[in-house]
């Protein structure tokens, strides 16, 4: 039996598709052929050999014709995007994307065609590129309660950050390097403001949690006022900056009533050196899982790029076929998106999660750096500020001064956002104080 | 449906499983029922609630019971387990277990059998405890071209070795603290000579590789011999002592005629503190695989203990379940063995690789540690010896002088073992050296 693809989007990674397809690393992949692959422009120079008959530009042509099987969306972007994978799907296709952003705005939508129409919708590449990171959390870890999911799962500002701290040098400037290298768009803002991030994370969450996330319900800090000296002073007391992304089920204080909640965030944060994301730089991304009784685990390796993309992609159309010649009739239950698995059958409820915690609610600990006039007694000022609104210190340091003025660098304890905000915003009103440019969370 | 499960053992994974089964994190797991537990005592206390008539100690009565649908073998050791994993799969039964052992021996005759009688023989939890590492070389990596497999692959060890690191203490002392805690057994032979290690990595190699690897192929070499001196003088340099299981393709001189061969091996092994490897402390295992167009990726986690093996135990049941429950005719492929997969069908030769190398026949750079008077001219003698065999040196120091003795560190330039190996033989004879305690390979 052959197996028809059609790829929509022949960029970087559909070239690196085609590249595995013609040189066959596994025996499967011989049963593959690609009969369309849609492309905006039939003219452009290709780093790979396509008979001409065989691309078009008509993509709903392909997603409707009854020669395809199996389609490979790697257009990006949200229309037409969306469009053609519901099209493929309605006209039975099995779905291959690597579009983290429509799955995280309408992966509802497209999982609950995909059910209907009995179809499989993977999307390996999505999240993390060559980790093998949907695959584990759908069926080797799929036996534990899972308590926490924190990915590094941008490259980009993996890579600013980490060009950073190595160099010392400032957000702008290791920007335009990442830029340069290809690792930054021209407007870099949906990696560098999280959003990127925030994408993910809601995809990894939905999964690791079993319900539906709403990417709107996910509040999302990004990395553009992190400076040089924050970096450097974070480093002294042996933290490391990395821009978080963080699902984690959170459960109420014991007098409320409610379900437990999902407390998901991207947002900077301070990590200790020793912690397992620590180590984990440049545009390499890595997802740690804790599950019970499983523990923690942690995946590792290239975030992006067409080598570790299309071998995702790639490695989903290998799981397919195997699925289809075993003469399944419908798809694999564990790999379609928990919220659409049948809870009731067995009896179950649904998980009992309300999605989303207002940052102010969260406790941690606070990196805080403050500009204050270099006089004696704005050190008490600022600690009575804190302790007004019970937010206890772990240290309070004098680090430099330039021109009269001091830097003083605080680290909290554990406690309440919401109070540590309402420290911060009497401080800023402290007559000895210029500015607050350094506010981040610690976690460890 | 309901799946009824016959569990072999009752010991730590096995009561581990059951804890999951009784309060199952997945609604596919309600479809489950223990319908019996072979055990070799009837009335010894258990952790777990089992009906009694469940629990029977004729286990060939288990994998030939009509009533029983899925088999779990849990009983560790080549027999029983080998033949009693035979009869179920004889029976019609599907199979998981944890038993590397029994895999590294017989996997061919297992998955021979399996093959014949459609059923599956899963076994994610006989490799790296929790960690998913068996589903994605047979799902998510299976695209790439695979050139290299190194793990830490034995908790035991990596204790052993970083508690040597950490407290500075010898090999005897940091084993009696491992055999305190659980960690390693009285005899504990089978983990500190690499044993373990050597039947993890046949089973990762063949099936990274796609070839039977024979256990008696891979040199093995132990950790006593690792004393706090060369840990401490390794660190000294940047680097850590580990363990490593290496499974890699290694290409023919383009002289010589034949088949690539595959380098199969574990010994202690020194790696940089910057490797991604150096970093796994404890008993945590990790695996890194390299493949092309992937790249690196890194997986780490929990390698041993009644939690992590138990998750992925259920995480290979919930697997089997997702796959009957789609009306499958056959195992799926992937999840099958490599060398039993219909390579022919499409076309498509099995790979040529020679399975394993004579460690004389590899190239590594050596650290080496060599006992001498404190003479002058021993350190030129001892360089004129490994000039004799063209081993290049890259640093040759003396480290400390007790009674007489002096300590001289080698770190060699990459060079043929059989080359440093004759030059240590030389060495060995000249009249002021008293002995070589420390020879082991360098990796970066």
Redesign the interface.
Known sequence: MVYRVGLLGLGTVGT?VV??LQRP???????VDIGAVGVRSLDKPREVQIPPERLTTDLERIVSDPEIDIVIELLGGLEPARSLILKAIDHGKQVITANKAVIARYGAEIFQAAAQAKVSVLL?AAVAG???IL??LQ????????QAVWGIINGTTNFILSQMTQEGISFEEALAIAQARGYAEADPSADVEGWDAADKIAILASLAFGLPVEREHIPCEGIRDISATDIRYAREWGFTFKLLAIAQSSPRAASSAGPSRLDIRVHPTLLPLTH?LA?INGVDNAVLVQ????????????GA????T??????????LI??L???????????GFPPL???S????EPPQLQVGIPLAELEAEFYVRVLAQDQPGVIGAIGTCFGNHRVSLESITQKECHREQAEIVILTHTVREADCQRAIAEIRQLPQVAGIPGLFRVLR
């Open positions: 690196g590249q595995i690393g596994h025996p499967l992949l011989r049963a390996e060559g980790i093998p695959q584990p069926q080797s870890l799929r036996a534990n309660h899972l397992p180590s599950g019970d009784p499983l523990g923690q685990v942690v995946l590792s390796g290239p790029g067409r080598g570790p299309a071998s995702a992609v790639v490695g989903d159309l290998l799981t195997a699925h010649q075993t003469g399944a009739q419908v798809p694999n239950p564990l790999l698995l049948p809870f059958a067995g009896g179950a």
